[in-house]
């Protein structure tokens, strides 16, 4: 083995500090090697002999290495090919590349400012413009209510992912939407395989571009209600309804700033501080803490599976998790609640009227449908749930995956 060569797929080296994050492209798979590691790593990826390359190690660190072991790491890795693999085939170009640097180009951040700007301008001079829950029932009818608040996010959140997209096609990389559901509720995310092989301060836009593209919808929303107005100065049908879509949008906003979970701020946040793997790390670190008060060290995970990094900034990182549960209670109250308040009033009104009427069908068919949505949804958890299956981290330093931007 000492003698023979290695067949390694393509990987990418981007330096950060003393360490190199090395990945796949087409995988998104990468781990943090430290820097003598990945200058081995690259000769080997050049053809360099096992034994010529741990000669070559020894002699440039003044120290040995155990060949074996490193390249039984890599095959861990899924770095290396197999014998019988096919070869590679060449990377297919990436699509919307010119729409992705149209998108971020100095002429439509220009358009994007003003949208806003004209919006907030708005906002300060109507108060029935500005977001509010009641805003969300902007007919008598639940059902209908419901029905559009339901499919009128459709666009708006492909919008949202939309700009993810354009954001890293714009890189060169091969981002992509898929759809999955987390607990009660289906998710739409980008996964954006490939960032982790760019420089890091041009990871931060594609993280971004989804509150940025929120931004523009929620002042173009409120800017056609405000164009839309009737003659006596009350707002149309057609800008009740934007300012209920408004609504949903800030509220989407708002739900990045729960940083104990992985939203695109909780990455913003991973990426300035130098982590790859925050949200496990921290919570790890605090697990551990918890056992050891305990004295229950056999509940303990070994935390070298992350880099140093992760793990000192994950023993601070407390205050950035309550300041999302507070996030959270702030949107169940003013809010959630309200909304929820209102819902079942006036479906209790309809419903206890006594009266057969259009509202009392209206309002029952409204319940039967959340009802429906309610069961179908835990029914997906819970099958997501059972799938699942424990992984274990193969990373020298500290894994991390490609990220998922929602």
């Known amino acids: 083995m000492s003698g023979s060569t290695l067949a ?39 053809g360099m002999p096992l034994d010529e390359a741990a000669a070559w190690y020894e002699d440039t660190f003044s120290e040995p290495v155990d060949v074996e072991d490193f390249v039984a790491t890599l095959h861990e890795l899924g770095f290396l090919r197999e014998d ?56 008598k009818s639940l059902l209908i209510v419901q029905l559009v608040i339901t499919f009128g996010q459709v666009p708006l959140l492909l919008a949202h992912e939309g700009f993810h997209i354009l954001a890293g096609r ?6 992509k939407l898929r759809l999955s559901n987390r607990l009660t509720y289906i998710v739409a995310e980008t996964q954006t395989n490939g960032l982790m092989s760019v420089e890091r301060r041009r990871r931060y836009l594609p993280f971004l571009a989804g509150m940025v593209c ?4 929620l002042g173009a929303l409120g800017l056609i ?15 009740r309804v934007c300012l209920a879509l408004a609504f949903t949008v800030v509220m989407r906003i708002l739900w990045q700033f729960q940083l104990y979970l992985r939203t695109d701020l909780y990455y913003v946040f991973a990426t300035a501080l130098r982590c790859y793997d925050l949200h496990d790390a921290s919570k790890a670190v605090l697990r ?30 407390g205050p950035f998790i309550l300041l999302g549960f507070c996030v959270l209670a702030g949107i169940t109250i003013f809010a959630s609640i309200p909304v929820s308040v209102s819902y079942f009033r006036i479906a209790g ?8 009427d259009s ?35 193969l990373a020298p330093s500290g894994p991390t995956a490609a990220p998922s931007t929602s």
């Open 8 to 46: 390694v797929h393509e990987l990418s080296f981007v330096p950060e500090g003393d360490e190199v994050v090395v990945g796949r492209l087409d995988t998104g798979s990468y781990a943090v090697f430290p820097s003598d590691g990945a200058e081995l790593l690259k000769r080997l990826t050049e």
């Open 84 to 139: 019988d693999a096919v070869p590679e085939a060449p990377a297919a170009p990436v699509r919307f590349r010119r729409l992705g640097r149209a998108a971020f180009s100095p002429v439509a951040w220009v358009c994007y400012l003003a949208v806003f700007a004209g919006w907030s301008v708005a906002v300060g001079m109507n108060q029935d413009l500005r977001p509010a829950p009641s805003q969300i029932f902007f007919v």
């Open 170 to 175: 714009r890189l060169g990389l091969p981002t």
């Open 214 to 217: 929120d931004g523009v919808v």
């Open 225 to 239: 209600a405000a164009a839309g107005r009737q003659g006596d100065g009350g707002l149309s049908l057609t800008g």
């Open 288 to 317: 551990n803490r918890v056992w050891r008060v305990l004295r229950r060290p056999e509940r303990q995970v070994d935390e070298g599976q992350w880099t140093e990094q992760d793990r000192r900034v994950g023993a601070f990182y």
């Open 349 to 356: 009104r309809a419903i206890g009227s006594g009266h057969l």
């Open 359 to 393: 509202h009392f069908w209206d309002s029952l068919l409204s319940l039967c449908l959340n009802a429906a949505q309610a069961v179908a949804l835990i029914v997906l958890a819970r099958r997501k749930r059972r799938e699942q299956r424990p992984t274990a981290s």
